[in-house]
């Protein structure tokens, strides 16, 4: 690196040069940067691996510890890999060993471990003398071909022994196992994906080697993490970062509600996102518990044990538990953000960032060039083969000159070379021949196998002159590895899942300490509204303004939505705890929302989001909607149903069964199946029923199983069955029949 300056002379000088001190750090840093980035923190594209991974994987495969061999102590293995390939630290390859055999850590672990080797919590492995391990499968393929001159070895630290600058890499290890590093000046953090989707990716590059980003997201559409939890970011901001190589991906612990009876539950989280220390987590939340930053939360507890099992207990049964885990989203650890650097050494040499696209087309390339090489070699093993069986050949065809040459001559070799023409080669080979191998059997396995090789060498040659060959040789050689950890295994199924985050702003979380209790919402004719406590059943004695009087009424609690629907065909949405109190009369609905003065409150319901309505207008048309379009964030209301006036919304009913009945204000009906009705978010819809004149006057949805029932004014009740239906089924938009005999004369099918 410096000058070798010589030893003192007797000129009585000290033969010190001067060394301009700016010029020698910069030299000297830079072969160590450029040392980090090349030997240590940044994996190779084309199999993944940093230098002491290889090297560790690689010792393990000379030592013979392959899947089905029996464990070996990690000292052994870390003293062969530190003293013939690696001069670094024992603990630090060491470390490296033990990563690799974590399952929570690697999603393909690379190192089959027995022993301690650390857990989710982040206790450390047990010492190396305890612990044990060998290659698991997904090592093996990453080594597949490795004698067969697929890959360049170059020199040990010691030239005593070569080791590989870079391993085959049948599995496409970079982006299955991800890799993190952080270099001088940079760094790398890949997260790991599912290895069936990566080779579906692949298989498509090689038949498109130009497709975009946006179609391989359609196979890769995200990681899969050795923890699972629940990706909460959107394609777009998925797409945008493999486009770039640099972004991230929200990552939230995967979690459900736990009923505990009598309204009573606790949330349990069974996945926490990846590299998140579960022990630490716990201690983080309980720390702001006792901070009192989470009202919303009673108590935690850990009750882990094989699988992963944090016990949240909210502060009370009527906390919301969406809202309560939203506002532990925001403040803990349950959620995280695993960045996305795709920093790798391109070809080995060159480190820069690279999309999803040029990752997976340089590990294509490294495989067609492995694949080129062993074809090479194995085509340079079947030529000296064929030479050494020509050479047999002629000594079974010649047998008894053979042996008398043998027999009589002082240096044999040369006379046969001269009298056949052999090769040194081919001569040794039938001096070496044992006395057994003269049968006449012998001879005939000769010519099968000179005929077989001879076959291969021909298919070889053929592969080897043809890219499309190769590719598709690529493609069997992938389509085995996707098969082989296909989602339908145990270890190639899915693990992290995507989903849209519940939009939940800090006032959501103020409005989760909302008790919850029952109340009966009561609306009048002149659409007034108030809120009683408790549910009433009777309201024949509530008092209205004159002139004023009952129209609906139903039971909710304070934490429900309610939709209003209007003649208009507008939905709104008020919170149940925002209503006024039952004493007095209330306050007007159009003081809350924003209402045209021509229309009127048609139905009010508790909103729930599971379900769908069938919306209908005066002059028989309608569709089907699901209430989640209805929702309306603001005091505007959302356009449902376009219609004009003298026409208006007349019914809002819920969707049950797969039958519709419709009774027009001319006493006909008519009963067609659900499915003729679309479902729509917003428009007039379809024709229900067909009038010359008047319209529409009462829908209900039913199973034709259970038949179709109504009660009459005197609440009797009524049920026809399919068969009895026979002659008002039809399709939508058909007039109908008069309506069946006991049929109220409301025209409503509840008296």
């Not at 030299?27 to 940067?33: F, H, I, P």
């Not at 190396?128 to 290659?135: A, D, I, L």
């Not at 590895?481 to 800090?506: S, W």
Request: aromatic content about 6%.
């Amino acid at each position: 690196m410096g000058q070798i300056v010589n030893p003192p002379g007797d000129d009585g000088g000290d033969n010190i040069l001067p060394v301009d001190l700016k010029a020698a750090l910069e030299e000297r840093y830079l072969a160590y940067a450029l040392s980090t980035i090349m030997h240590r923190a940044l994996p190779d594209v084309r199999d993944g691996l940093k230098p002491v991974h290889r090297r560790i994987v690689y010792a393990m495969s000379e030592m013979g510890l392959r899947p089905n061999s029996a464990f070996r102590k990690c000292a052994k293995i870390v003293g062969e890999v530190m003293g013939n390939y690696h001069p670094h630290g024992d603990q630090s390859i060491y470390d490296a060993l033990a990563r690799l055999a974590q399952d929570f850590s690697l999603r393909y672990p690379l190192v089959n471990g027995q022993g301690n080797f650390g857990n989710i919590d982040g206790d450390s492995p047990a010492a190396m003398r305890y612990t044990e391990s060998k290659m698991t499968a997904v090592a093996e393929l990453m080594l597949e071909g490795i004698g067969e001159d697929s890959v360049d070895f170059r020199d040990t630290y010691d030239e005593s022994n070569s080791e590989p600058t870079v391993l085959p890499g049948a599995f496409p290890n970079l982006l299955a196992n991800g890799a993190t590093g952080i270099a001088v000046g940079m760094a790398t953090s890949i997260p790991p994906h599912n290895a069936h989707e990566l080779c579906d990716a692949a298989l498509h590059l090689i038949r498109h080697p130009d497709a975009t980003v946006e179609k391989l997201v359609d196979f890769v559409p995200g990681p899969d993490l050795p923890t699972g939890g629940i990706i909460i970011d959107s394609r777009e901001s998925i797409i945008e970062s493999y486009k770039t190589g640099r972004g991230g991906f929200r990552v939230r612990a995967k979690w459900e509600v736990e009923d505990l009876g009598r309204g009573g539950y606790q949330i349990v989280v069974t996945e926490i996102p990846f590299q998140v220390q579960k022990s630490r987590l716990i201690e983080k939340i309980a720390e702001l518990l006792i901070a009192r930053k989470l009202p919303l939360l009673d108590d935690i507890r850990d009750e882990s044990a094989e699988d992963v099992r944090i016990v949240i207990v909210p502060k009370s049964r009527t906390v919301d538990a969406t809202l309560l885990m939203e506002s532990m989203f925001k403040l803990t650890e349950l959620e995280s953000r695993i960045p996305l650097n795709m920093n790798v050494l391109s070809m080995g040499r060159v480190p820069r960032v690279m999309a999803l696209n040029e990752v997976l087309v340089e590990w294509l390339a490294h495989r067609k060039d492995v694949l080129v090489r062993r074809s090479q070699h194995r085509l340079a093993v079947i030529d000296r083969r064929l030479e050494i069986l020509g050479g047999l050949l002629v000594a079974y065809l010649n047998i008894d000159e053979v042996i008398r040459i043998i027999r009589e001559e002082d240096e044999p070799k040369p006379v046969m070379m001269e009298r056949w023409a052999l090769t040194e080669i081919q001569v040794e080979a039938i001096l070496n021949m044992r006395l057994r191998a003269l049968r006449k059997l012998e001879e005939f396995e000769i010519r099968t196998e000179h005929d077989n090789l001879t076959k291969e060498k021909a298919d070889i040659e053929a592969l080897l002159a043809s890219d499309d060959k190769q590719w598709r040789m690529i493609e069997v050689e992938i389509q085995d590895v996707k098969k082989k950890y296909a989602k339908a295994t145990e270890l190639g199924r899915r693990r992290t899942q995507f989903a849209e985050a519940p939009e939940a702003d800090l006032e959501a979380i103020q409005q989760a300490m909302i008790e919850k209790e029952p109340i009966t919402v009561i609306i009048s004719q002149k659409g007034w509204i108030r809120a009683l406590k408790g549910h009433v059943a009777d309201t024949s004695s509530l008092s209205f303004k004159e002139g004023d009087g009952p129209k609906i009424a139903f039971p909710a609690q304070t934490t429900d939505k309610l939709l209003l629907v209007t003649t208009g065909g507008k939905a709104y949405t008020l919170g149940a705890d925002k209503l006024p109190g039952g004493r007095g009369h209330g306050e007007p609905i159009r003081i809350m929302v924003d209402m045209e003065n021509d229309q009127d409150i048609l139905t009010a319901f508790v909103h729930d989001s599971s379900r769908k309505m069938i919306i209908a207008s005066t002059a028989g048309y309608g569709f089907i909607v699901a209430e989640n379009e209805m929702v309306a964030n603001t005091r505007k209301g959302k356009q449902v149903m376009n219609v004009g006036m003298p026409d208006e919304t007349k019914l809002v009913v819920p969707v049950t069964g797969d039958h519709v009945a419709i009774v027009g204000e001319n006493r006909k009906m008519v009963v067609f199946p659900l499915e003729q009705l679309p479902e729509m978010t917003r428009g007039k819809g379809v024709r229900l029923q067909r009038y010359k004149d008047g319209g529409i006057s009462d829908i209900k949805c039913f199973a034709m199983e259970a038949g179709l029932s109504w009660e009459d004014s005197a609440g009797r009740a009524f049920n026809r069955t399919k068969d009895e239906l026979l002659e008002w089924m039809g399709d939508r938009a058909s007039a109908g029949r008069t309506v069946p005999k006991g049929f109220p004369r409301s025209g409503k099918f509840a008296g």
